[in-house]
């Protein structure tokens, strides 16, 4: 059956017809066509920067459309603003959640509508008994007085769930729900909506992760560079089928790696011991070592201590005792600038705090670490001629979008920021390559490129040492995988013997000791 | 006739948010607009006052000499404020800076005998090094203990401001019997034709020539050359330098500044030194060209704090600082004049700028009014 046979009995309670949004000369949204039903949950599929969150702002209220109409229950509705979209029964979850971090949950969702008795006076009892009422009914327990800031980024999201509720949402978009989330607290996320839709509320589900949408969603629309690719009812396909529609062409999951043979050791770590922020020790006694020519994996929860050892690796955190060595040279407590010329090249885990000054230009930032040096600069005098040149030659290699050197970072998709940061370490061409979450947030299609590039480092004899939390990815990547567990190296294993049970055992702190 | 000025709107519009010459252009005249409001609510004609300061600026070339050297310092400490932004740092301390820069001038001008050529360098240069360093004291601060400089400069203003008032009653800097400091010695002097205009054949030359008389009358001298210079070089550092990258880095994210190698630390006071350096030359060019001497003050005298109003016209851009400065430095040169000519306040002058800078400061405001009648003329 196809989606028109399945969609054919239900009812619609919004439809938007040929919305077409233009920026300039940019066209976001290329008349497209979204239909939403009660109590079906429908995906929004595309990649980064394809126009998903402009056609739900659209929705929203925040962008009025250049072309196209939108009827919600069959009435043809003039959207303004979001106050509009809360009256027609539209709620949204942002990405980042807009809450008030010292107020309780039961404050946050009533902001704005509190409940009042005579004379203005807030009514508290019956604001904690409706909150207690709508979460009880769908199954969003939340503890109404606790603070924002006092419980975990799940929670906070039942609470902008709630927040919705409250104000009578029938119909609710999700942008990106998951991106914050554990694997534990996805799986009560999609038993959420689950609940949602039993109740009869319809579900807009943006994202791109194919998983979540095969487990989730009745329907999808996968959009494409803007444009309208198709509406497909979800039990008829798998994630390949959405991968090649959604990039426009066959992906393999799997990564294409050849057999190789390593070589020295280049780079070890011997008995570090790193505190973090809080002056607790976070990198214990750690033993670790890289080989030319092979991709390290670190796998390990977030939280034990991979952050603070990147850190110290790379001259951003003080070392308390240990030693870093590369090419047998010591760089222990050694300073950022010290560690580049040692030829060690980093792959920020936050892009846009470390990895991109945002407010540069593409090409600005693809010398960040060489900008002093000739050819870019002569007599401390910037050659602009010659870091255009450069910029230009990483953006074709990289495919960089848009193909523009004067665009500012800010205002690059995630998955084309991060090609820059990747253009820019691996062209410093270094011994060792530290690649932190380098995939985190991207898409399918960006996702293949970042590995083809660790696995390009590693076919040129460099050492490559990745670092995530996606056990995936740590083990169709990397060549060993070390399993961190509470800043020690619980068990190292090759990764064509290694199981997923086994290594997440070892990452619960199970390990082989 | 409905539709051109629907297209005028939209032109209006389009030019006030996207270009930022726009933009600052609508904020001055709006300011000007308010100034109008209060004269005319206090009983004034707002034209005739507004025409009042227009002559008083134009109508003579001493006026225009007066305004261009009432807009020099403006025109530097604006720069000094405006460099500091451009690498994430907020100089309040301008004003303590720029009086470091005037009392070491003055006291290079006067204690040093030094041939005429070389005696001005070596004031400028001494109060330049000076007004750095005690910049640079709020960056070392912020960058060894982590003083936000904002608290850091604050304290310096005053330390600055009663080192001076200390200094001019001290014996040998005291003029005797004044409360003033000696005046610097002539070779240090920047004034231009000053000894010439004051002997026989100046004085009898310029009374055959008027036009050169009125000019001369002025304390005309090289120090806004000088400015327009520091503007040119301070652009050129920030934008074509490697060391302006690397402060622009550090300004514009630290995080990712310290990532790609560069010592935050050192570049933040070595942004502290050179804003430190330009507000010091404004009080240097302000002993050796207008006022040859330092006098007690009994409060801040605002160059330093008119200079974050013009380097916020300015847009933090240097060149737009040479524009905002001179624009300041005739408001309040012109705008003294309503006061005698017709008795209107001529603190009706600073509401005017106060009301420039408040809306180049909220532009959502403009853009909300302008957007408004975009709408309105899109239903008509």
Request: with cysteine; aromatic share 8%; charged share 20%.
């Amino acid at each position: 059956m196809g989606y028109e046979e399945v969609t054919q009995s239900l009812g619609k309670v919004v439809e938007m017809k040929n919305i077409t949004k233009k920026f300039g000369d940019f066209v976001a949204n290329d008349s497209v066509n979204l239909d939403v039903f009660k109590g079906k949950v429908h995906a929004l599929l595309g990649e980064n920067g394809a126009g998903k969150s402009t056609l739900m702002n659209i929705l929203y209220g925040l962008y009025s459309p250049t072309s196209g109409e939108i009827l919600i229950n069959g009435k043809k509705v003039d959207i303004t603003n979001p106050n509009v979209a809360i009256e027609h029964g539209i709620g949204m979850v942002h990405q980042h959640f807009m809450l008030v971090k010292p107020f309780t949950v039961a404050q946050n969702i009533i902001l704005g509508r509190e409940p009042t008795s005579k004379m203005s006076v807030l009514n508290m009892k019956k604001a904690l008994k409706d909150v207690k009422e709508i979460s009880d009914r769908y199954g969003l327990y939340v503890d109404p007085n606790a603070k924002i800031e006092d419980i975990s980024v799940g929670m906070q999201q039942r609470v902008e769930i709630l927040k919705a509720l409250y104000r009578g949402a029938e119909i609710l978009i999700l942008d990106e729900p998951t991106a914050v989330l554990t694997p534990q607290e996805i799986v009560e996320l999609i038993q959420i909506i689950k609940n949602l839709t039993k109740e009869g509320k319809s579900i807009i589900l943006i994202s791109h992760k194919l998983k979540e949408i095969i487990e989730a969603a009745d329907f999808c629309l996968i959009i494409r560079r803007g444009k309208h690719i198709d509406t497909v009812v979800v039990s008829e396909t798998d994630e390949e089928g959405l991968a090649s529609k959604m990039v426009g062409r066959e992906v393999s999951f799997s990564v294409a790696k050849e057999e190789k043979e390593a070589g020295d050791e280049i780079f070890s770590i011997e008995g570090l011991v790193v505190k973090d922020n809080r002056d607790i020790i976070a990198v214990d006694k750690l033993n670790l070592s890289v080989k030319k020519g092979e991709i390290l994996g670190l796998a390990g929860i977030d939280g034990n201590g991979q952050t603070e050892l990147l850190e110290a690796i790379t001259g951003l955190r003080k070392v308390e005792s240990g030693k870093i060595k590369i090419n047998g040279e010591d760089i222990t407590n050694s300073t950022p600038f010290q560690v580049i010329s040692k030829k060690i090249s980093h792959i920020p885990e936050d892009r846009q705090k470390r990895g991109l000054v945002l407010d540069f230009d593409i090409s600005e930032n693809t010398i960040l670490e060489n900008y002093y040096k000739n050819p870019f600069a002569k007599r401390g005098v910037l050659q602009y001629d010659n870091i255009k040149v450069y910029a230009k030659e990483l953006i074709d290699k990289f495919d960089v979008r848009p193909k523009e050197e004067t665009k500012m970072a800010r205002n690059l998709s995630g998955g084309n920021q991060q090609k820059v940061i990747i253009a820019r370490e691996v062209s410093n061409d270094p011994d060792l390559l530290i690649a932190a979450q380098p995939t985190r947030g991207l898409d399918v299609g960006a996702i293949e490129f970042v590995h083809k590039s660790l696995i390009e480092q590693r076919d040129n004899n460099k050492a490559v040492f990745l670092i995530s939390f996606e056990l995936d990815e740590i083990m169709n990547v990397s060549d060993r995988i070390a399993v961190i567990y509470e800043g020690k190296i619980v068990g190292i294993v090759d990764a064509k013997d290694a199981e997923v049970e086994k290594l997440g055992l070892m990452m619960a702190g199970g390990g082989n000791e | 006739m409905k539709l051109t000025l629907k297209e005028l709107r939209k032109k209006l519009y389009i030019f006030a948010t996207e270009k930022t010459i726009g933009f600052t252009l609508i904020s001055i005249f709006l300011g000007l607009v308010v100034g109008a409001i209060f004269l005319a609510a206090a009983g004034f004609n707002p034209f005739q006052a507004y025409g009042i300061i227009l002559r008083g600026i134009f109508s003579k070339p001493s006026y225009i000499s007066y305004t261009i050297v009432r807009a020099t310092p403006l025109i530097l400490t604006g720069l000094s404020i405006a460099f500091a932004f451009k690498t994430g740092l907020f100089n309040i301390g301008a004003e303590g800076q720029y009086i470091i820069g005037a009392v070491v001038a003055t006291a290079a001008g006067y204690f040093l005998h030094l041939p005429l050529l070389i005696h001005i360098p070596v004031v400028i240069i001494s109060a330049v090094l000076a007004a750095g360093i005690w910049g640079g004291l709020a960056g070392y601060f912020k960058a060894k203990f982590g003083v936000h400089e904002v608290i850091s400069t604050i304290m310096l203003n005053w330390i600055a401001l009663y080192f001076q008032n200390f200094l001019i009653y001290t014996k040998g800097f005291q003029k005797p019997g004044g409360e003033t400091s000696h005046s610097i010695q002539p070779t240090a002097n920047m004034m231009i034709l000053k000894t010439w205009k004051q002997s026989e054949a100046g004085r009898e030359w310029l009374l055959q020539h008027p036009f050169w008389k009125d000019l001369l009358r002025t304390p005309m001298n090289w120090g806004f050359l000088i400015a327009v210079l520091m503007a040119v070089l301070v652009w050129f550092i920030l934008n074509k330098t490697a060391l302006g990258y690397r402060l622009r880095a550090v300004g514009f994210n630290k995080f990712a500044a310290e990532y790609g190698g560069i010592n935050v630390n050192k570049n933040m006071i070595i942004s502290m030194f050179i804003a430190g350096g330009l507000a010091g030359l404004a009080g240097a060019l302000q002993v050796v060209g207008v006022s040859h001497k330092v006098t007690l003050i009994a409060a801040m005298e605002g160059y330093g704090f008119d200079g974050i109003a013009v380097a916020l016209i300015a847009n933090s851009s240097a060149l737009g600082c040479i524009l905002a400065g001179l624009l300041f430095g005739a408001l309040k040169y012109g705008g003294a004049k309503i006061q005698p000519f017709m008795q209107a306040p001529s603190e009706v002058i600073n509401i005017v700028i106060g009301s420039i800078v408040f809306f180049i400061a909220i532009p959502k405001l403009i853009k909300v009014i302008l957007t408004r009648k975009n709408k309105k003329g899109g239903i008509k």
